[in-house]
């Protein structure tokens, strides 16, 4: 490649070159290059054949072009994603599978069924009986292992119940019509194939992106990749960019590659992204990053949220750890003729669901909408606060509610079809004149000029948060901090305290 390898990236060519093989972890910070530096490697190291294994559908279709464009043989070298490998091993050892998204959903409901619950009790049952066999799935969890079971609900905050009897069936069930009927949803994909022990294609080399990310059941494909004689993998990651724990991923991975694998640590400490002091202010969370070689000096600037629309400019990022005020910021901007896109399709669709679930409240009427939304607010926090819930689930009903509220105060819609339309048309996956972002969604983007908004909520703390939780939190800091290439904003509704 035309980039001549840092001295990280010589050593990592160096260890794919030694002949007493093992496995390797590279602990690379953001903007790093872990791509570049992953078919670097690949270039250097020349394997008979390798699989490079990639976060999502769009990045390893993107990698796999890369690799022919590299003149690397599509059938030696593959890239893929860990779903699809657990497809490919489904579609071999039982014959090809047929998605059912709702598969699960409607074994919870037989589950819960026979539950003496009111009707508000059994939703919230199915909803927590289905996000624990998610877990169950991800995380290998036998349902009779009682401990191990007990461990995952304390760490994920759920409230044991009657509901959770019914996993049993539910997984057991699940396996059932899986193998004899071949339908599957995405998480089978990963769970299925190791309840069946099913192989896949070995190779010499197994090289795994975003390694801090993936689950146990992830992990576990990958390792089937890996030949039994003599091959070896690459497990690429920042345990500081770990911030998806909320959704299964498994919050200590990039720790238990090393015990498993018995991995030698590698480093990428080089970020080519981010300017002299935006690397000042990330390594009061990340000591060893640094920055590159001529990196400019970068600007970090206070600005109020009233001069926020004064200041943007087409291709600028706007961040914030919760959806509420992004979406405030949007409708501001769409107003001024701005073109603005949340993203996320699928956060509209989480929002857009509390409108279904007013609909839904008894005695329901448009014209007092306003008032069902307050109704459906308390009784949603007060349940949430008789189990004891965790403040990041409380926070995130309070940020769908005021969502909703806000997009109903601003469309001024006839009914409530047209604004579950309006809510879902500020929220795209595909990038506007000016996006804005989560900052979990912002994770793998950057821009020559970044906004944060409430920087104060990072890092997010609530009582009784978790220790894997508060990390999860500054670990989203981190992220926010390191999207830009020259200006970072911070951005609040009071007055600048300096810049």
């Known amino acids: 490649m035309a980039r001549t390898p840092s001295k990280y990236q010589e050593r990592i060519i160096a260890f794919g070159k030694e002949k007493k093989g093992g496995h390797g972890r590279v602990n690379a910070v953001a903007g790093s290059g872990k791509s570049t530096s992953l078919f670097m490697f690949l270039e250097h190291v ?44 489904l579609a071999q050892g039982i014959g090809r599978p047929h998605m059912e998204a709702d598969k699960y959903w409607d074994l919870v409901r037989e589950a819960v069924n026979g539950l003496n619950i009111d009707h508000v009790e059994r939703r919230e049952a199915e909803s927590s009986l289905f996000k624990l066999a998610q877990l169950a799935r991800l995380n290998h969890i036998d349902p009779g292992d009682v401990d191990a079971l007990d461990r995952l609900m304390e760490h994920h905050v759920l409230e044991d119940g009657e509901w959770s009897k019914g996993l049993h069936y539910v997984l057991e069930r699940g396996l059932e019509i899986a193998e004899k009927l071949r339908v599957i949803d995405y998480t089978d994909m990963l769970w299925v194939p190791y309840k069946l022990n099913l192989d896949t294609y070995s190779n010499e080399w197994v090289l795994v992106d975003e390694a801090q990310d993936i689950s146990a ?38 720790q238990k590659i090393k015990e498993e694998f018995d991995a030698v640590d590698l480093f990428l400490s080089i970020c080519y992204r981010c300017p002299k002091s935006h690397i000042e202010l990330a390594r009061e969370i990340v000591p060893h990053i640094e920055w ?41 901007l ?43 607010r308390r009784e949603k926090l007060h349940k949430l606060e008789m189990k004891e819930a965790s403040e990041s689930k409380i926070q995130a009903l309070l940020d769908k509610c005021e969502c909703v509220d806000v997009c109903y105060m601003e469309f001024n819609c006839e009914n409530a079809h047209k604004l579950k339309e309006a809510i879902l048309s500020l929220f795209a996956d595909e990038k506007s004149l000016i996006w804005l972002s989560t900052v979990h969604r912002a994770k793998g983007l950057e821009a020559d000029r970044t906004f944060i908004l409430q920087p104060d ?16 939190e500054i670990n989203l800091q981190y992220v926010a901090y390191t999207r830009a290439r020259q200006d970072m904003f911070l951005v609040s509704g009071r007055d600048p305290v300096h810049g």
């Open 46 to 89: 020349q394997p008979r054949n390798a699989v490079m294994i990639s976060f999502n559908k769009p990045i390893a279709e993107e990698n796999g072009n890369k690799l022919v464009n590299l003149g690397f043989d599509p059938k030696r070298v593959k890239s893929k994603t860990v779903h699809s490998i657990g497809y490919g091993m």
């Open 217 to 254: 059941a992830q992990r576990w494909i990958a390792k089937k990749c890996i030949s039994e004689y003599g091959g070896r993998s690459l497990w690429v990651g920042d345990e500081f960019q770990a911030i998806y724990g909320f959704a299964g991923a498994d919050s200590d991975s990039f």
């Open 292 to 332: 590159r070689d001529n990196a400019p000096d970068g600007t970090i600037q206070n600005i109020p949220e009233a001069k926020l629309h004064e200041v943007l400019q087409p291709g600028d990022l706007v961040m914030c750890r919760f959806t509420a005020p992004l979406v405030k910021s949007c409708l501001n």
């Open 334 to 376: 769409i107003k001024r003729r701005v073109p603005a896109k949340v993203k996320g399709r699928e956060i509209g669709e989480q929002i857009a669901s509390v409108v279904d679930s007013i609909i839904k409240m008894p005695g329901y009427s448009w014209s007092e909408f306003p008032a069902f939304l307050q109704a459906y």
């Open 457 to 472: 909520a990072l890092p997010f703390t609530w009582p009784g948060q978790k220790g894997w939780q508060y990390q999860q």
